[in-house]
């Protein structure tokens, strides 16, 4: 019998869900590399993930493309060729069905189809997958490529059914082209969604109301295609890059200063920060002060840095002065990058409308009611109003463990993980990028690629040791759940109202969801973690026990 072969119970051996980078890398890996028999179900109608179902205009990453794609495959990498700084939806689409083609993925994936429930048989250590269409499939290893924001959050306004016009959700946008023209357009939400969507609709829209709850820090995006110069010097150094996103705080080239703001005048703050404004992308957030995140007096110099952009860019004072974000740290809540977003409020037809001081009472058959009796009248409501995050995915499936006990239920409280990636009292059950783990605080194929990584060598030890289960201790949960929040109590994330705090979905519990140790020295923990006999884990053998 061969290794793979060993300790197979099961229609086959691992069911992946989900299709975007996860799910992809994830089959793979596991069928190509490892020999395994693996189901993939996908709810969409193709490969994408995120980037199936986020097709509203202007929708693109904030990374730039030349790290915004798959690194295990050099052949893969180097011949992939974006059309610009960063990678729009139907590129990385593009990009992803290239993948599927390249490494003959489809053959082993469902389309079209949710999976529903999953329940551990501790009889046999396998796992039944059901799906929405009722077919129920058995595993050994179940692996959750579900994605961190797929569950699009639609607020329960009052009357949301009543509406007479055309109702989008950035998150399930429709497949073909929605065409604006004429029309007058209300978007509610001013997050990394609507930032993108917001000066593409305003081009065609008559009319253009933006209703905003809390001003974000946008940082230029500076768009545009990249000098062939650079493309080929990045081509050459594929080695060095690899090798330094890996091993990076974030996931980007970007390195934080040793030098704190609290220890520099504004003028050397303003010396550091313009460059980084001027060049664009995350270099001002991810790449600029470390006492930012620590301490409110030194966040408070970058703000006022930002602060005046905003006045420079906008000008109406008043407009600018609600764009300005107040009561909360910069850069603990994701900061969207812009291409015109602060100029699209110097056009006429376009009005900002603050729902903080006056939020959103109603939406009526005509549009939309705030709570002082103002009526907008709209033809088109954009609610770009997120996602129920990091959890939402998880707790959507009907999760079933040890003693039948639901996931969603042991995580009423906040998500309970080993180091984001298995939860104790569910066997065998990964999630990739999932709460608690770098993930969201990255730049996600690279965490994406760790974690398949690191699960596909899990899987491979325990196929070599003929093992039938891994599992985290209850201990090793409880002390990552505490370090997790004691490594964002030190920071100011949980000052600010967002949904890394859970705080953007009423009743959800305001916990901090991902996991702040940062890519490289979080891979080099689960990598020292495995040479170290899986520390923390529990690895039982079929029929004889726990054993070791
Ligand atoms: O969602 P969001 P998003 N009344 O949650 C508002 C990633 N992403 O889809 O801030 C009125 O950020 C809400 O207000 P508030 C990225 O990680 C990546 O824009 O909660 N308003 C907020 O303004 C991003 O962070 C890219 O007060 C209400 C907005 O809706 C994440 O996805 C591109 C409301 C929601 O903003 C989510 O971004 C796009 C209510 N009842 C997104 N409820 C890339 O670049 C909510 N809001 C890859």
Request: with cysteine; hydrophobic share 35%; net charge negative.
């Amino acid at each position: 019998m061969s290794a793979a072969e060993q300790g197979r119970t099961g229609d086959v051996d691992a069911v992946v869900i989900g299709t975007g980078f996860s799910g992809l890398y994830m089959l793979h890996k596991l069928r190509d590399e490892l020999g395994l028999a693996v189901r993939v179900f996908e709810a969409g109608g193709g490969v994408g993930g995120t980037w199936y179902w986020n097709r509203y205009p202007g929708a693109r990453s904030d990374s730039d493309s030349y790290i915004y794609g798959y690194m295990f495959d050099e052949d893969l990498w180097r011949k992939w060729e974006w059309s610009e700084r960063y990678p729009e939806q139907h590129e990385i689409r593009a990009y992803l069905e290239h993948v599927a083609q390249r490494y003959d993925l489809k053959k082993d994936i469902t389309f079209g189809t949710r999976v529903a429930a999953t329940t551990f048989d501790e009889d046999d250590d396998t796992w039944t997958v059901t799906t929405d269409a009722g077919e129920s499939v058995r595993a050994r290893y179940v692996i959750a490529g579900v994605g961190a924001l797929s569950v699009s959050n639609t607020p329960p306004f009052d009357g949301i059914d009543s509406f007479r016009g055309e109702s989008y959700h950035t998150g399930r946008w429709p497949h073909e082209k929605v065409d604006f023209s004429g029309k007058r357009v209300g978007v509610i939400g001013t997050g990394a969604s609507a930032v993108q969507a917001v000066p593409l609709i305003a081009q065609e829209a008559s009319d253009l109301t933006v209703f905003q709850r809390t001003a974000n820090y946008i940082i230029p995006a500076n768009n545009g295609p990249v000098p062939d110069e650079v493309r080929e010097a990045r081509k050459q150094d594929y080695a060095g890059i690899r090798e330094r996103i890996r091993n990076s705080v974030f996931g980007f080239e970007l390195t934080l200063l040793e030098k704190g703001a609290l220890e520099s005048t504004d003028e050397e703050i303003d010396a550091v920060l313009q460059p980084r404004w001027d060049e664009g992308g995350f270099g001002i957030w991810l790449g600029s002060y470390v006492d930012m995140f620590y301490v409110d007096e030194a966040n408070a110099k970058v703000r006022r840095f930002l602060h005046d952009k905003i006045r420079e860019k906008v000008h109406d004072p008043e407009t600018a002065e609600l764009l300005i974000p107040r009561g909360y740290p910069f850069g603990c809540k994701r900061n969207p990058l812009d291409s015109g977003y602060y100029e699209t409020f110097n056009l006429p037809h376009v009005h900002l409308v603050d729902v903080k001081s006056n939020p959103i009472a109603a939406i009526t058959p005509s549009g939309v009611r705030l709570e002082d009796g103002t009526e907008y009248e709209l033809d088109a409501i954009v609610y770009a109003t997120g996602f129920d995050a990091m959890t939402g995915p998880m707790d959507r499936i009907d999760i079933r463990g040890r003693g039948g006990r639901l996931l969603r239920e042991k995580w009423a409280e906040g998500p309970r993980t080993y180091l984001g990636l298995m939860s104790h009292g569910y066997p065998n059950l990964f999630t990739i990028t999932g709460p608690q783990s770098p993930s969201v605080l990255s730049n996600m194929p690279v965490s994406i690629e760790q974690h398949v990584d690191f699960i596909a060598r899990i899987v491979a030890d325990l196929v070599e040791r003929g093992a039938s289960t891994i599992e985290p201790t209850q201990e090793a949960e409880n002390s990552w759940v505490a370090e997790n929040q004691q490594l964002a109590e030190a920071t100011l994330f949980p000052t600010a109202d967002t949904w890394y705090m859970g705080a953007n979905i009423p009743g959800k519990p305001r916990v901090f969801l991902p996991n702040l140790s940062f890519v490289g020295p979080y891979r080099a923990k689960c990598d020292r973690i495995a040479d170290n006999e899986y520390e923390g884990f529990t690895i039982s053998t079929a029929r004889e026990g726990a054993t070791a």
